[in-house]
């Protein structure tokens, strides 16, 4: 069992920059891809970023890609966010998954792929 927990959201500025960690316990992390999806009131979860087990693979949805990085380090069990120039439809509770993947292709894009989910962490952009 894997547990997943987020840090780093709050409230910023349009155009302020924020970094979101996501630190995992309970199973060998370097076996899972990594993804960060983000929800808001009365809409579905949409998919952010994702990364493979070993970093070499990410992917980005078009409404973040050339400011968001997805990144992780597995010596310290922790897969990043960096979000730059933000903007005010950010705004989310943004969640970290983790898929079980050896594949080093393998990122997931779908809420549905993803075996466990954090509590999430909240994103406030102001305008």
């Known amino acids: 069992q894997v547990q997943l927990v987020e840090s780093g959201g709050e409230l910023v500025q349009a155009g302020g920059s924020l970094r979101l960690s996501c630190a995992a316990s309970?199973?060998?992390?370097?076996?899972?891809?990594m993804g960060w999806f983000r929800q808001t009131p009365g809409k579905e979860r949409e998919f952010v970023a994702a990364i493979g087990w070993s970093g070499a693979s990410t992917h980005y949805a078009d409404s973040v890609k050339g400011r968001f990085t997805i990144s992780r380090d597995n010596a310290k069990n922790t897969v990043y966010l960096q979000m730059i120039s933000l903007k005010a439809e950010d705004t989310a509770l943004y969640y970290c998954?983790?898929?079980?993947?050896?594949?080093?292709?393998?990122?997931?894009?779908?809420?549905?792929?993803?075996?466990?989910w954090g509590q999430g962490t909240q994103v406030t952009v102001s305008s």
């Open positions: 998954a983790a898929k079980y993947s050896r594949n080093v292709y393998y990122t997931g894009k779908t809420e549905l792929e993803y075996d466990y």
């Open positions: 309970g199973g060998i992390f370097s076996n899972y891809a």
